[in-house]
């Protein structure tokens, strides 16, 4: 099965994207919360019963609090990088807001600065190159339509995409 090909600007926002498929990582742009509840209902319906590893691309404090309000639920870790010509969203706060308000354990809250580098961590904890057990067997990668955009290609350019 090939994956569908994903513009350079991005997926609609709100809407799943599947960026590949082994393991799933799934794009969502979602810069406030009608976008982050749209992406949230698209996952029940979708992919209900998987646990996702969370990639956080958060520009600014209002969209990482709508990214948290509505995809924490489906999400086992989180791992909080900054989008694609961004500084991140400190680093202290977003885990600490993670931890106190959205229920996410200190072994599950992680941090990596740079996007592709993140999507490489999380990736290579899933198929077993770095010796985690991770309670997320697919990625769900949120933040930004350019994160987004941003991450399909790094994901072509990695040679994970399936073909």
């Not at 590893?53 to 509505?70: M, R, S």
């Not at 961004?86 to 992680?110: K, S």
């Not at 996007?115 to 077993?128: C, E, K, N, P, Q």
């Amino acid at each position: 099965m090939s994956s569908p090909t994903i513009p350079t600007t991005g997926p609609p926002d709100g809407a799943l994207v599947v960026l590949a498929t082994t393991p799933l990582v799934l794009g969502a742009a979602v810069e406030d919360r009608v976008q982050g509840v749209a992406a949230a209902a698209q996952l029940v319906t979708e992919h209900a019963g998987v646990a996702f590893v969370g990639i956080v691309a958060a520009g600014d404090d209002d969209q990482l609090d709508a990214l948290l309000v509505t995809l924490a639920p489906h999400l086992a870790e989180v791992v909080f990088t900054a989008p694609p010509g961004q500084r991140a969203v400190d680093a202290g706060i977003a885990a600490l807001a993670a931890l106190e308000r959205y229920g996410f354990g200190q072994d599950f809250v992680f941090q990596v600065d740079e996007l592709t580098d993140a999507i490489r961590y999380v990736v290579d904890a899933l198929t077993g190159e770095l010796d985690f057990r991770w309670e997320g067997t697919a990625v769900l990668i949120a933040g930004t339509r350019d994160a987004i955009a941003a991450a399909a290609l790094a994901i072509v350019d990695e040679g994970r995409r399936d073909r």
